[in-house]
């Protein structure tokens, strides 16, 4: 047995069943115990992988973030900055606007307040690294002249605000997830936007 192969899947296991338990029963709730159960490992196996409950979760929301991330790459290699940007937002709100995310972001915002850093972890593991990728990117415009951005880290947190603005509308059940058609009219939008405001 390729034991390279084997620890990897161990650890898929594990981060893939932490990720159902989480939504079932929270962070607090959440063991080791139940989670090794569920990936049908052992809780040393779990730990020999993750040192802790918190390293887990911030494996977790990485794993996720490094998908978004290799797609926004493999968009980036388009050359052009509106087509680009289009193909970013789109991703972006697929996959925030999920059941499942909306359900983990619900249960992030009730667990934080008993655990501080729980909001912290999570935070540099997941939005801070898809806005260092923007700003990046930004940047990397600049030097190009497709863009002129004054400020690719402000202007990145602003895109992606625009593009998921009206998700607590969607977290507090105000309003059905949006459908397509809708999604496409806030990309719209926030491409335009951001595409008048930084013509070279």
């Not at 989480?22 to 993750?50: C, P, R, W």
């Not at 606007?97 to 992030?108: P, Q, V």
């Not at 990728?133 to 990397?140: K, M, P, S, T």
């Not at 977290?171 to 719209?188: A, F, T």
């Amino acid at each position: 047995m390729n034991v390279a192969a084997d620890n990897t899947g161990k650890r898929e296991a594990i981060l893939e069943s932490a990720n159902k338990v989480f939504l079932e029963v929270g962070f607090g709730a959440a063991s080791m115990d139940v989670i090794a159960n569920e990936a049908q490992v052992s809780k040393q196996t779990v730990y020999n992988h993750f040192g802790s409950k918190e390293e887990l979760f911030a494996a977790m929301v990485r794993t996720s973030c490094d998908k978004m991330t290799l797609a926004f790459a493999e968009a980036a290699k388009d050359g052009n900055p509106e087509k680009t940007l289009r193909a970013i937002a789109r991703h972006f709100m697929n996959v925030v606007f999920s059941e499942e995310k909306l359900a983990m972001h619900r249960i992030l915002m009730a667990e934080v307040p008993r655990f501080p850093e729980l909001g912290r972890v999570y935070y540099q593991s997941g939005p801070a690294i898809i806005r260092k990728f923007l700003a990046d990117y930004f940047v990397e415009q600049n030097k190009r002249g497709t863009l002129k951005v004054n400020n690719p880290q402000f202007t990145a947190e602003q895109f992606i605000s625009m593009v998921t603005c009206c998700r607590l509308r969607s977290e507090l059940g105000v309003e059905p997830l949006p459908n397509d058609d809708e999604k496409q009219r806030y990309i719209d939008n926030a491409v335009t936007i951001i595409i008048k405001a930084c013509r070279p």
